[in-house]
């Protein structure tokens, strides 16, 4: 009998060897080190959203005497109410019109929400304790781009034959009064210690105490170029008092990045960091029962990072240091896949109660705080916790427990 050919066998050793190494990648393959198996077993199931196709901007109404409560439109204007489970319904009365983006402001003790078309049509509703007064039409402007609410004043962004004007009414106003002409986009307004921060596309950040006069100071020293975004800052906790403004400033060309300019109350420009490309230009405040401080940014690529303000440092939901998620697997096979284009967290009560199981008090039972999210395509997504699977995740929000 002939021996066994020395020349096939090294070739079978060989191809052991070559799969070997795969073998165990794939045993031990995955993010943050959690094995590859594990992490398939905390792939969360979709849900559909009952708020499908596009959403616009997730915003947040609350005045002394009125339950806090959160408004996005798809065609139709939502409400969420924030203390009960189902929140989201329909508003039995709709502006018309093909929404656009919606804003909020407050006057006293009534509240009032507006909605912008792509006809340009401008509306309102007042909210008080007794319900909504019914949808009134203030202007309508082909021009009209953005709407956006800081406190008791509305701001809007309106194209013309020299680029852009910018334009506020009080929250009660009659009618929108132009403040500044030949100027960029409005991307975000803010108020905060009496001052009304503005941010613009390709101006920069302008501050101002009296928010119905011409602007006629220049962007704050530091805050000049793309503004993409703009929120007030929250240090008291989200529904107090804002303590100043952060801006997303987009880089003017390939190849640089954006960057967090954060602001004082008192207008100054108190930092600004680059962070990298690809963000979407939402932004939300998010704290901590434990005080810690964070703003999400959403992303075009998907999903959202975390910037933590003390020490002042990027991360990607579900890794070490960050704070948002539970699991990070469960954030990688929900939200992260899907281009985010406006987050809030849910306003909470004063005081730090024990969190409620889907309960929406501003907590879920993992003690962190409820987020919303709408996405380019895919819907009106929450981070809450669900019964139905026994834990925290990112799904498309169902009103389902």
Same mark, same amino acid.
């Given at each position: 009998m002939?021996?066994?050919s020395?020349?096939?066998?090294s070739?079978?050793?060989?191809?052991? #060897?070559?799969?070997?190494?795969?073998f165990?990648?794939?045993?031990?393959a995955?993010?943050?080190?959690?094995?590859? /198996?594990?992490?398939?077993s905390?792939?969360?199931?979709?849900?559909?959203?009952?708020?499908?196709?596009?959403?616009?901007?997730i915003?947040?109404l609350a005045?002394?005497?009125?339950?806090?409560?959160?408004?996005?439109?798809?065609?139709d204007?939502?409400e #969420?109410?924030?203390?009960?489970?189902?929140?989201?319904?329909?508003m039995?009365?709709?502006?018309?019109?093909?929404?656009k983006?919606?804003?909020?402001?407050?006057?006293?003790?009534?509240?009032?929400?507006?909605?912008?078309?792509? =006809?340009?049509?401008?509306?309102?509703?007042?909210?008080?304790?007794?319900?909504?007064?019914?949808w009134?039409?203030i202007?309508?402007?082909?021009?009209?781009q953005q709407?956006f609410g800081? =406190?008791?004043?509305?701001f809007?962004?309106?194209?013309?034959?020299?680029?852009?004007?910018?334009?506020?009414?009080?929250?009660?106003?009659?009618?929108?009064?132009?403040?500044?002409?030949?100027?960029?986009?409005?991307?975000?307004?803010?108020?905060?210690?009496?001052?009304?921060?503005?941010?613009?596309?390709?101006?920069g950040?302008?501050?101002?105490?009296?928010?119905?006069?011409?602007?006629s100071?220049?962007?704050?020293?530091?805050?000049?170029g793309?503004?993409?975004?703009?929120v007030?800052?929250f240090?008291?906790?989200?529904?107090?008092?804002?303590?100043?403004?952060?801006a997303l400033?987009?880089?003017?060309?390939?190849g640089?990045e954006?960057?967090?300019?954060?602001?004082?109350?008192?207008?100054?420009?108190?930092?600004?960091q680059?962070?990298?490309?690809? #963000?979407?230009?939402?932004?939300?405040?998010?704290?901590?029962?434990?005080g810690?401080?964070?703003?999400?940014?959403?992303?075009?690529?998907?999903?959202?990072?975390?910037?933590?303000?003390?020490? +002042?440092?990027?991360?990607?939901p579900?890794?070490?240091?960050?704070?948002?998620?539970?699991?990070?697997?469960?954030?990688?096979?929900?939200?992260?896949?899907?281009?985010?284009?406006?987050?809030?967290?849910?306003? +909470?009560p004063?005081t730090?109660?024990?969190?409620?199981n889907?309960?929406?008090?501003?907590?879920?039972?993992?003690? +962190?705080?409820?987020? /919303?999210a709408?996405?380019?395509?895919?819907?009106?997504?929450?981070y809450?916790?669900?019964?139905?699977?026994?834990?925290?995740?990112?799904?498309g =929000?169902?009103?389902?427990?």
């Amino acid at each position: 009998m002939k021996p066994p050919s020395l020349k096939r066998s090294s070739r079978v050793r060989g191809k052991l #060897f070559f799969f070997a190494p795969l073998f165990w990648a794939f045993l031990s393959a995955g993010c943050d080190q959690e094995p590859l /198996f594990w992490n398939i077993s905390q792939e969360v199931a979709p849900i559909k959203p009952i708020i499908g196709g596009a959403p616009s901007r997730i915003v947040s109404l609350a005045a002394p005497g009125l339950e806090p409560a959160l408004y996005v439109s798809n065609g139709d204007v939502w409400e #969420f109410d924030l203390n009960v489970l189902p929140a989201a319904r329909r508003m039995s009365s709709q502006p018309g019109g093909r929404i656009k983006t919606l804003a909020a402001a407050v006057s006293g003790s009534e509240g009032y929400l507006f909605s912008l078309d792509w =006809e340009g049509n401008l509306k309102r509703n007042k909210r008080t304790s007794s319900g909504w007064a019914g949808w009134t039409l203030i202007t309508k402007d082909s021009g009209l781009q953005q709407i956006f609410g800081a =406190e008791d004043y509305l701001f809007a962004g309106a194209a013309d034959g020299n680029g852009y004007r910018l334009l506020s009414m009080a929250a009660n106003g009659a009618s929108l009064t132009s403040i500044k002409n030949n100027c960029g986009l409005l991307m975000g307004a803010a108020e905060a210690g009496g001052n009304y921060f503005l941010g613009l596309m390709g101006d920069g950040v302008y501050v101002t105490p009296t928010p119905a006069a011409a602007i006629s100071v220049g962007v704050v020293s530091g805050s000049e170029g793309r503004i993409i975004g703009l929120v007030p800052l929250f240090a008291g906790g989200i529904g107090a008092a804002a303590t100043g403004a952060a801006a997303l400033r987009a880089p003017e060309n390939t190849g640089g990045e954006c960057a967090i300019l954060s602001f004082t109350s008192g207008g100054a420009l108190d930092f600004s960091q680059t962070i990298g490309t690809d #963000f979407s230009g939402a932004m939300a405040n998010w704290e901590g029962q434990n005080g810690e401080k964070l703003l999400l940014l959403g992303r075009h690529d998907g999903g959202y990072r975390e910037f933590h303000l003390d020490p +002042r440092t990027l991360y990607t939901p579900g890794t070490e240091g960050a704070l948002s998620v539970e699991q990070g697997s469960r954030y990688n096979s929900t939200l992260a896949k899907y281009a985010v284009t406006s987050l809030i967290c849910a306003p +909470r009560p004063s005081t730090y109660p024990a969190p409620l199981n889907g309960v929406y008090t501003g907590f879920n039972v993992d003690g +962190r705080p409820i987020i /919303f999210a709408s996405t380019s395509m895919n819907g009106f997504w929450s981070y809450r916790y669900r019964s139905r699977d026994g834990f925290s995740q990112w799904n498309g =929000e169902d009103n389902g427990d």
